[in-house]
């Protein structure tokens, strides 16, 4: 699944070819995503122009003046600009049209995506305005970090999981960041410190900028804006590592099940 790293990729990739620009009209030809797309979108858009492309969490939120469009990429979406009328493949669900020239198209095999046109203020959506503090902004600091894990007996891997704690620390960010900050993922998050909250805040804004750098990670459908795999997954220490040696330490990488998701660790280098 596309994660904050995979989100910012597709949205520095796109937002160039979209700020200011005038949409012209929206294709829908699969209207049956995760949730379904407004019929009435086409007659949304006709005629608005782009004022922002941003992003909250791993939503893709452009800012057409009137309203604005919310994009979930799903399990397998991909956001692609290709020339206006260029035909369309088997998944290719959604067109958004510019004057430009220029389409964004919505590829999503799965169809667990979204295209979602939203009123009004962004940040009151049932599906924002619940979530934690961006993991890159000022906000998600150590201090906020210790707070939000007292009383938290659940293992702090899955407590940074969790978008009402921080958003976008996805599994394999996840499992990355606890081991940048040498700390175990069992560990109960109520017993992390102040130090060691500091030292996974660090570790997981390194762990975003590098993955954001690599162009997310590839590990089945995702491609960014230009058709291109993210390479992160290359260059991880520990996620999907199992039965390798570390690379900080040359123990062996192990592997368990925490919420139905792998964990990887080095009982060495994390404690």
Avoid at 151 to 156: C, L, N, V, W
Wanted: proline share 6%; net charge positive; charged share 20%.
């Amino acid at each position: 699944m596309p994660e904050l790293p995979e989100v910012e990729t597709t949205r520095r990739g796109i937002e160039p070819s979209l700020l200011g620009q005038t949409i012209t009209g929206a294709v829908v030809r699969n209207a049956a995503l995760r949730w379904p797309v407004p019929d009435d979108l086409n007659q949304q858009l006709a005629g608005a122009s782009v004022a922002e492309v941003a992003r909250r969490g791993k939503y893709l939120l452009i800012d057409c003046g009137r309203g604005w469009i919310m994009i979930h990429l799903g399990m397998s979406g991909s956001l692609r600009l290709v020339r206006s009328g260029t035909p369309p493949d088997k998944h290719d669900h959604v067109d958004i049209v510019l004057t430009s020239g220029w389409t964004l198209r919505l590829r999503d095999p799965r169809r667990f995506g979204a295209v979602l046109w939203v009123p009004g203020h962004i940040a009151n959506h049932p599906l924002l305005r619940e979530l934690g503090p961006e993991p890159l902004s000022p906000s998600f600091n150590a201090d906020y970090l210790y707070e939000a894990t007292r009383g938290r007996s659940a293992a702090i891997k899955l407590v940074i999981m969790d978008s009402h704690t921080v958003v976008g620390v996805g599994n394999i960010y996840a499992s990355e960041s606890l081991f940048r900050a040498g700390i175990r993922p069992t560990t109960p998050a109520q017993r992390l410190g102040h130090a060691r909250c500091a030292k996974l805040v660090e570790a997981i804004q390194a762990t975003l900028d590098d993955a954001i750098r690599a162009g997310g990670s590839t590990l089945r459908d995702f491609v960014d804006s230009a058709g291109n795999s993210g390479y992160f997954q290359l260059q991880t220490f520990v996620y999907d590592r199992a039965g390798q040696a570390c690379r900080v330490c040359g123990g062996e990488i192990r592997l368990l099940k925490q919420g139905q998701r792998s964990t990887y660790y080095c009982v060495h280098c994390q404690h």
